[in-house]
């Protein structure tokens, strides 16, 4: 069967509408584990009484930790053989497990990538991403594609992972609040033999002004940096020896300039904008857009992002005149 987590926190207005998308699957081979992460609404009440109408669902409780904590919790009370990450503001379709479960059982794969859809309150599709060039990716290209977000998207929730893989490498969000998905994202490219694709959009993520994904400021940008420091930690060894740094420095790149062109827009006080971008030095973001290893295998896209992050004052500027357009929405 497939597990679905589903970490919980202040969602009472959406847990229903994600739930009753779980539980109306064409194949019943499935289990829901609502992982309340110390809500302060309704949402663990919401949560208890959907368990009491169905027997396919678990809830379980702890104090505030964090999405990341959240998931943890609920993979180790998994009874699935497949893992798939829904956020309780989102929903799926309703094929996702029958479907998944004949691709995943046919090709063997650790895991396995679907396309998306971003979605407004108003029900606007605002984003759609499925274009995978490839079925499948093997070794270590599916980490190398990884570090790049080609192919291989940073969020969990796009996919569904073999619980046996993520077991035997000991594959764990970390413990942080924000980003946690870049940094689990890498874990599992860097280890899987196999990973295989699919351009159906099975998931559909809402695209809401409170959730902690759209907050932007200086601890977000706080915990970004000790998701940089993480990732050259546990991969910076590795690419080095196998002559791949600059993959890792490429990565750094496109991650700042997407808090930084992001920032310019939803941070309101000029001052903690400026605070942040100087933040950024500590991961050496000035010396690496200088890289030209680096900036080769970056997009051309992300090569005029970084001519805008050279100078925050004038990006900060044209941010507040593009308010909310292509930019804002369409960068990362």
């Known amino acids: 069967m497939i597990t679905f987590i589903v970490p919980v926190y202040n969602v009472e207005k959406y847990l229903a509408k994600c739930v009753h998308s779980l539980i109306s699957q064409s194949c ?8 309340n992460d110390g809500s302060t609404d309704g949402s663990l009440e919401i949560c208890e009484e959907l368990a009491s109408q169905h027997v396919c669902i678990k809830v379980f409780t702890q104090l505030n ?3 990341g904590q959240a998931r943890n919790l609920g993979l180790q009370n998994a009874s699935g053989e497949f893992i798939a990450y829904v956020d309780a503001d989102d929903w799926v379709e309703p094929t996702l497990v029958a479907d998944a479960l004949t691709l995943m059982n046919k090709t063997d794969a650790d ?3 679907f396309g998306i859809r971003f979605v407004e309150e108003s029900g606007k599709v605002r984003k759609t991403i499925n274009s995978f060039n490839k079925n499948f990716l093997l070794g270590r290209e599916i980490f190398f594609d990884a570090m790049l977000e080609r192919n291989i998207l940073t969020v969990c929730w796009n996919k569904i992972y073999k619980k046996s893989f993520l077991v035997e490498n000991q594959i764990l969000f970390p413990d942080i609040k924000v980003n946690e998905d870049i940094v689990y994202s890498r874990l599992c490219s860097f280890f899987a033999k196999k990973a295989v694709f699919t351009n159906k959009i099975y998931y ?7 959730s902690t994904s759209r907050t932007m400021n200086k601890a977000m940008f706080e915990h970004s940096i000790r998701v940089i420091n993480l990732e050259k930690e546990l991969f910076g060894p590795f690419l080095q020896e196998a002559g791949y740094s600059y993959l890792l420095d490429a990565h750094i790149i496109k ?7 992001q920032g310019s827009f939803r941070i309101k006080d000029s001052k903690e904008y400026y605070d942040c971008y100087q933040l950024l030095a500590s991961v050496d973001f000035p010396g690496l ?13 992300t090569h005029l992002l970084v001519e805008l992050c050279r100078r ?3 990006l900060r500027m044209l941010a507040s005149i593009l308010k909310y ?4 929405r369409n960068i990362y």
């Open 204 to 210: 559909s993520a809402l695209v809401r002004s409170g």
């Open 65 to 67: 930790s964090g999405q």
């Open 111 to 113: 895991f396995m990538s």
């Open 28 to 35: 019943n081979d499935f289990e829901i584990l609502l992982i």
């Open 255 to 261: 991650f700042c300039c997407y808090l930084l062109v």
């Open 325 to 328: 357009t292509f930019i804002s």
């Open 312 to 314: 925050p004052k004038f």
């Open 289 to 301: 857009i200088n890289n030209k290893l680096a900036l080769a295998s970056l997009s051309s896209k």
